[in-house]
Nanobody, 125 residues
Framework: VQLQASGGGLVQAGDSLRVSCTIS????????FGWFRQAPGKEREFVAA????????YVEDSLKGRFTISRDNTRSTVDLQMNSLKPEDTAVYYC???????????????????WGRGTQVTVSS
């Protein structure tokens, strides 16, 4: 499985941005996809996850209402729509993939087997 994140950039506070993870070589057993982010000097943190087969989603509580995750079978992408962006959302955003991961454990990065290179999102105040 190869993952390629794209769509990052420099935006202003309050703007929206969509980052995409393009997936290649996915087997049917690769069913869980997640987005994580890492700000300078901070640990990597969970953002959102989606199950490819059922489209069930899980968004970090603090980001609910602003961030939405979805998948597009035609484009083979997992997209993260980010609205009302804040300067504290500035980070490198990474997409990850793994097998079947139970919903309650989807925030654990150790359960994801595949990682793409990140895309930088910078939100100016």
């Amino acid at each position: 499985v190869q993952l390629q994140a794209s769509g990052g950039g420099l935006v202003q506070a309050g703007d929206s941005l969509r980052v995409s993870c393009t997936i290649s070589g996915r087997a049917s057993s690769t069913d869980s996809f997640g987005w994580f982010r890492q700000a300078p000097g901070k640990e990597r943190e969970f953002v959102a996850a989606i199950r490819w087969s059922s489209r069930s989603t899980y968004v970090e509580d603090s980001l609910k209402g602003r961030f939405t995750i979805s998948r597009d079978n035609t484009r083979s992408t997992v997209d993260l729509q980010m609205n009302s962006l804040k300067p504290e959302d500035t980070a490198v955003y990474y997409c990850a993939a793994g097998g079947w991961i139970i919903m309650s454990q989807r925030s654990n990065p150790n359960l994801y087997s595949y990682w793409g290179r990140g895309t930088q999102v910078t939100v100016s105040s």
